[in-house]
């Protein structure tokens, strides 16, 4: 669990950089953007470290915990994406933590909602500027595909090193 804070919230936090430094966004939008991460991280650490106290709810509190992210992906991605068009990337964490643990059709549900998530909030967007016009439909759809073949990626290398692992026993 501990892989989320090693590997994806350092990439959130250069992306967040990235995302002020060269577009300087409201103060509010960067101090809460720090905020929501900071949650994410502490939660993601007390999950990470209790999940073999509970070890009854251990597959609960991993989902939970990918759901925890999806949501911190939605928040920033919402409130970034206007200032940083990388801001999408945000939603390979989620389905990708999936990849370790869950079944294949789990990540790609996973997967799914991240990607109709991203989408939907493209659209809200798109909304309050008058529309996206279908180039940028385009381009956003093509940011959903890659959101799910990534994650399937992901699950059939990780389901792979396990089966590696065990046939060296």
């Known amino acids: 669990m501990h892989i989320l804070n ?8 250069i992306l967040i950089l990235f995302a002020i430094f060269f577009s300087e966004p409201d103060r509010s939008v960067t101090y809460t953007s720090f905020a929501i991460l900071a949650a994410a991280f502490v939660s993601n650490y007390w999950l990470g470290k209790n999940v073999y106290r509970f070890m009854r709810w251990s597959r609960h509190i991993r989902a ?3 759901w925890i992210n999806l949501a911190v992906s939605c928040a920033l991605f919402y409130m970034l994406s206007p200032y940083w068009a990388p801001m999408w990337l945000l939603f390979l964490t989620a389905p990708s933590a999936s990849a370790m643990y869950m079944k ?12 109709g ?6 659209y809200l967007r798109s909304m309050a500027n008058g529309g996206m016009g279908a180039q940028l439909w385009g381009m956003a759809l093509s940011q959903a595909v890659f959101i799910i073949f990534f994650s399937m990626f992901t699950a059939a290398m990780a389901e792979m090193i396990v089966k590696v692992r065990d046939s060296n026993r």
């Open 6 to 13: 090693f590997y994806f919230t350092p990439f959130a936090v």
């Open 64 to 66: 939970v915990t990918v």
């Open 104 to 115: 294949k059709w789990q990540v790609f549900l996973t997967a799914l909602a991240a990607a």
């Open 117 to 122: 998530s991203m989408l939907g909030l493209y």
